[in-house]
């Protein structure tokens, strides 16, 4: 069964300093990958997602994430965090489905809340 | 984007009673919706696929008969959480995407329910 592993529950950092938020995968077959913001009692919004193609993906907002196969990760950076970044961050990852879209029945991680301080 | 629509956003209900949340797709149709549950300050977990015309599937320790999803139309599911206990309280989210083989997956801002 696939799995996804944020190794870090909580990220404090300082405004304008850079992040980076790990996630790793566990899956035999081929996958698409995403991260989500969730701001307080809110649903989820798509930060960016790989499906194929170069392995650095550009996203909203300033992240960016870049595919390792070898490492089996996808890891979530940003050069520069505001105030208004603090919020949890999940790593999500569905199956390729039988016709090469995505299955979109998502696995996600247990989140990492960034919490960016003055 | 697509949206998707989620109705009510918070709800309060006696132990006992049921309790029905809508997930709207406001401008593309959506032939299978996901029902994810999330208690605090934990992940999103999968609770069941909403199927547009047949019987929804429900993940490994979900109580079908206590959580009951109805897909009625391409646009519509519906989760009823049936004969509610406090530890049912929890926030519910739902997603869907317009058309097999899409690449991204829209969620509803989401449902705090709250049993007392």
């Known amino acids: 069964a696939q799995s996804v592993t944020q190794l870090d529950s909580q990220v404090p950092v300082f405004e304008e300093a850079p992040v980076e938020l790990r996630c790793n995968y566990s899956?035999?077959?081929?996958?698409?990958l995403f991260w989500y913001v969730q701001y307080p009692n809110q649903g989820l919004q798509l930060l960016l997602k790989?499906?194929?193609?170069?392995?650095l993906v550009k996203g909203i907002n300033g992240f960016e994430a870049e595919f390792n196969k070898s490492q089996t990760s996808f890891h979530l950076r940003k050069p520069s965090v505001h105030i208004s970044d603090t919020a949890e961050y999940f790593c999500a990852v569905s199956d390729r489905g039988r016709y090469g879209g995505a299955t979109n029945k998502l696995i996600f991680g247990t989140g990492t809340l960034l919490a960016v301080q003055p | 984007g697509a949206v998707v629509s989620q109705h009510p956003s918070r709800v309060i209900c006696k132990s006992g009673t049921s309790v029905k949340i809508e997930c709207r797709s406001l401008d593309f149709q959506a032939t299978t919706m996901f029902w994810y549950r999330q208690f605090p300050k934990q992940s999103l977990m999968l609770m069941a696929t909403s199927n547009e015309g047949s019987k929804a599937t429900y993940e490994q320790g979900v109580e079908k008969d206590k959580f009951l999803i109805n897909h009625a139309s391409l646009t519509l599911s519906t989760l009823t959480v049936t004969s509610a206990h406090p530890e049912d309280s929890s926030f519910y989210i739902c997603s869907a995407s317009p058309m097999t083989g899409a690449t991204e997956a829209f969620f509803g801002q989401g449902t705090r329910l709250t049993v007392v």
């Open positions: 899956s035999s077959v081929s996958v698409y």
């Open positions: 790989y499906l194929s193609g170069s392995t």
